[in-house]
């Protein structure tokens, strides 16, 4: 079956350094690969997303790009800001997003001034 | 953007007695909806696919007649737990997906804030 592993937090980082949580995953296929981002308090937000090898998806500063070869879509940003402080969820639909995702554990991230 | 919400945030039964979750899509039509659980420091789990005007579909060792799920119209979707038992305690999340409008957002998933449920 389809799975997705990332690594787990807390990742705690000071501002403006930069980040780097990695995912890789399991799936029959080419899904498609989702960031998604939890503010406390608050629902999942998509982050950003790509849908074909090779694919970037990028949003706030934020980068992914979809490694086929090494079935990966490792999250980048260059310099972080506390108000990045979140858990970072990475996630996968093997219908191009139009069915149930299958999520990583989520990343804490911590940021400190 | 679109939101999501859902109602109670939070929800303290007794074993037994069943406990209903709403979730609406507030600005916009979603003709499918999902429902998640997520146990501590473990990922979002599917539980169902729920479609407006007919069944929803479990996934894989989630009990259906335990976990009802109904979707009436195209704003609203409800998981009512039946008889629930401590280990249905969990944080249950749901998600409505746009069926139109902006091409950006298409397919995409809108995720409501979660409901925790405790079972004493």
């Known amino acids: 079956g389809n799975s997705v592993t990332q690594m787990e937090g807390p990742v705690t980082l000071s501002e403006e350094a930069f980040l780097t949580i990695n995912c890789t995953y399991t799936a029959t296929g080419y899904p498609s690969l989702f960031w998604y981002v939890q503010y406390p308090g608050e629902g999942l937000q998509l982050l950003l997303k790509?849908?074909?090898?090779?694919d970037k998806g990028s949003n706030k500063g934020f980068e992914a790009t979809y490694r086929k070869e090494t079935t990966s879509f490792h999250l980048e940003k260059g310099s972080v800001q506390v108000s990045d402080s979140a858990v970072y969820f990475c996630?996968?639909?093997?219908?191009?997003?139009?069915?149930?995702?299958?999520f990583g554990k989520g990343t804490h991230l911590i940021i400190q001034p | 953007g679109a939101v999501v919400s859902q109602h109670p945030s939070r929800v303290i039964c007794k074993s037994g007695t069943s406990v209903k979750i709403e979730c609406r899509s507030l600005?916009?039509?979603?003709?499918?909806m999902f429902w998640y659980r997520q146990f501590p420091k473990k990922s979002l789990m599917l539980m169902a696919t729920?479609?407006?005007?007919?069944?929803?579909?479990?996934e894989q060792g989630v009990e259906k007649d335990k976990f009802l799920i109904n979707h009436a119209s195209l704003t609203l979707s409800t998981l009512t737990v039946t008889s629930a038992h401590p280990e249905d305690s969990s944080f249950y999340i749901c998600s409505a997906m746009t069926s139109g409008g902006l091409s950006s957002s298409y397919n995409e998933q809108f995720f409501g804030p979660g409901t925790r449920l405790t079972v004493l």
């Open positions: 600005d916009f039509q979603a003709t499918t």
């Open positions: 790509a849908t074909k090898a090779d």
């Open positions: 729920s479609n407006e005007g007919s069944k929803a579909t479990y």
């Open positions: 996630a996968l639909s093997a219908g191009g997003g139009a069915d149930g995702l299958t």
